[in-house]
């Protein structure tokens, strides 16, 4: 089992920046193991913002996101994070950690989520 712990919500004013974190615990996977971040805002689907690879540290991003939200992971720490900077209203969301031992496949695991709150 995989078991991942999100931190970092918070309330923050248009343009600010927050940082996720989120640390994952248990077995380890593969070459192709990835951990990436979703939110999901109210009235909204779950959509995908960005994962890394683990090895080699790969990064894919939703285009809405590019050049706004950078993901780093730690491996010592099996910690991810997401740099979130020039936050907009409509990033508000409840935020995700997931992971997948295939970054081409779907995710597998999922932590229990962290609130973001974007002001005007």
């Known amino acids: 089992q995989v078991q991942l712990v999100e931190s970092g919500g918070g309330l923050v004013q248009a343009g600010g920046s927050l940082r996720l974190s989120c640390a994952a615990s248990?077995?380890?996977?593969?070459?192709?193991?990835?951990m990436g971040w979703f939110r999901q805002a109210p009235g909204k689907e779950r959509e995908f913002v960005g994962g890394i690879r683990w090895s080699g540290g790969s990064t894919y991003y939703a285009d809405f996101v590019k050049g706004r939200f950078t993901i780093s992971r730690d491996n010592a720490k099996n910690t991810v994070y997401l740099q979130m900077n020039s936050l907009k209203p409509e990033d508000t969301a409840v935020y995700y950690c997931?992971?997948?031992?295939?970054?081409?496949?779907?995710?597998?695991?999922w932590g229990q989520g962290t609130q973001v709150t974007v002001s005007s």
């Open positions: 997931a992971a997948t031992s295939d970054f081409r496949k779907s995710y597998d695991y």
């Open positions: 248990g077995r380890t996977f593969g070459s192709n193991y990835a």
